[in-house]
């Protein structure tokens, strides 16, 4: 009797256990949602590539407009 008693407790105790896992594992994102989140981000990246180069090349123009009025102001 104590063996059922003992398999019946694991059995529930397991059973706890898989709802957990299963209730995490349903909370994921589906397949297609991944990859349209994926696309995203890859479009995000490139977004910011022409963001870090437009701002490089302002900040170059302006320091050398800062040299011209440097010289200009000496001159």
Partial sequence: M???KY??????EM???LRAVHEI???LPK??????????VAEI???VKVVNASV???S????????????LETA
């Fill in 31 to 40: 397949r297609g949602e991944f990859e349209a989140l994926q696309r995203d």
């Fill in 7 to 12: 398999i019946t407790h694991m059995f529930e």
């Fill in 56 to 58: 490089s090349s302002l």
């Fill in 60 to 71: 170059s123009q302006v320091h050398d407009h800062e040299m011209r009025i440097g010289r």
């Fill in 15 to 17: 059973r706890g256990e």
């Fill in 25 to 27: 594992v349903a909370d």
């Fill in 2 to 4: 104590d063996d059922v």
């Fill in 45 to 47: 990246k490139q977004d």
